[in-house]
Nanobody, 121 residues
């Protein structure tokens, strides 16, 4: 079973950008992949997802701010985050599943360990 590893988190100022990577231990090309985040004291929430064919969907509050993409040759899915706000501070997780609707609705079993994103003034 493929394992997922997130990288790219860190400390950034308001208005800055980060690109997160979700790398698979094996091919991700047949998986839909999504990003979730969990802020302190809050439930994990879905952020964005991409199908195996490249169809993308976003939670409406990040539409136009975040971009999800994939490079199947590198077994990696990216989350480009621009114009970061304090509210974007969270641990970001990637997940993979057989279909986009399963990823989108938190019905998957493959998860990474998360990467911390902290946005400061």
């Amino acid at each position: 079973q493929v394992q997922l590893v997130e990288t790219g988190g860190g400390l950034v100022q308001v208005g800055g950008s980060l690109r997160l990577s979700c790398s698979g231990s094996g091919p991700l090309s047949r998986y839909a992949v999504g990003w979730y985040r969990q802020a302190p004291g809050k439930q994990r929430e879905w952020v964005a997802a991409i199908s195996d064919g490249g169809t993308t969907v976003y939670e409406y509050t990040v539409l136009g701010q975040f971009t999800i993409s994939r490079d199947n040759g590198k077994n990696t899915v990216y989350l480009q985050m621009n114009r970061l706000k304090l509210d974007d501070t969270a641990v970001y997780y990637c997940t993979a599943g057989s279909r986009l609707n399963l990823v989108r609705s938190n019905r998957t079993n493959l998860w990474g360990q998360g990467t911390q994103v902290t946005v400061s003034l």
